[in-house]
């Protein structure tokens, strides 16, 4: 079956701390590929997206994600947490021509000052 | 620009009692709609979406049903609740035709079944 697998449930990191979120997908064909994030008490708001070009995709507040098609995977990454990048992050997929999107479940990153 | 409303902001209801929450988009035409349930630890579940009026699809069994009686107005429901439908309860739009958009989230309403 078609799936969005976000292996990290809940991640501590410490301000100035490197991060990368792990996302994978099972889907067979071509994908678009997004993460949103969901601040404490916000709307969940898209972080970046990939629909084709250079698999290297920078979004806002200096995250970015790089496609790697071989291993299915669309992983998050930031140099440097700040305290402010508490929050939820999920990663989403939707086959290419097709509006049906489909979210891991869900990582949980805490940022101590 | 566009927006998304959602409403109420938070319920409570009693098992048994029936159930209409709204959902409206502003400022586009004939959008994609969609309903998640918001889960801890389980992400979102795709429960409904819409690619026009009176065009509903369901991903998954369940208490509930969908209906979008206009073209930015989409709405869940139920006749009874039950324990189980407690959750949180997201509305999202994208842009229609070929080609996928990211989808655009509303605020939530929060659903306690008691």
């Known amino acids: 079956a078609q799936s969005v697998s976000q292996h990290n449930h809940h991640v501590i990191l410490s301000e100035a701390a490197s991060l990368e979120l792990g996302c994978n997908y099972s889907y067979g064909g071509t994908v678009n590929l997004f993460w949103y994030v969901q601040y404490p008490g916000q709307h969940l708001q898209l972080l970046l997206k990939?629909?084709?070009?250079?698999?290297l995709v920078k979004g806002i507040k200096g995250f970015e994600a790089e496609f790697i098609k071989s291993k299915f995977s669309f992983n998050l990454r930031k140099p440097s947490v700040q305290w402010s990048d508490t929050a939820e992050y999920f990663c989403?997929?939707?086959?290419?021509?097709?509006?049906?999107?489909?979210f891991g479940a869900g990582t949980r990153l805490t940022v101590k000052p | 620009s566009q927006t998304i409303h959602q409403w109420p902001a938070t319920l409570v209801q009693p098992v048994g009692s029936p159930l209409s929450l709204e959902c409206t988009v502003e400022?586009?035409?004939?959008?994609?709609l969609y309903w998640y349930r918001q889960a801890a630890g389980r992400g979102l579940q795709l429960l409904f979406y819409s690619v026009g009026i009176g065009q509903i699809s369901s991903e998954v069994p369940q208490n509930l049903s969908a209906s979008r009686p206009q073209d930015r107005q989409f709405i869940l429901s139920s006749k009874k609740l039950l324990l189980s439908d407690s959750g949180f309860y997201l509305c999202?739009?994208?842009?229609?035709?070929?080609?996928?958009?990211?989808?655009?989230f509303g605020p939530g309403t929060r659903l306690t079944v008691l």
């Open positions: 990939y629909f084709s070009g250079d698999p």
């Open positions: 999202a739009w994208s842009g229609s035709g070929r080609y996928v958009n990211e989808q655009f």
């Open positions: 400022g586009t035409s004939n959008p994609n």
């Open positions: 989403a997929v939707s086959l290419y021509n097709n509006n049906d999107m489909r």
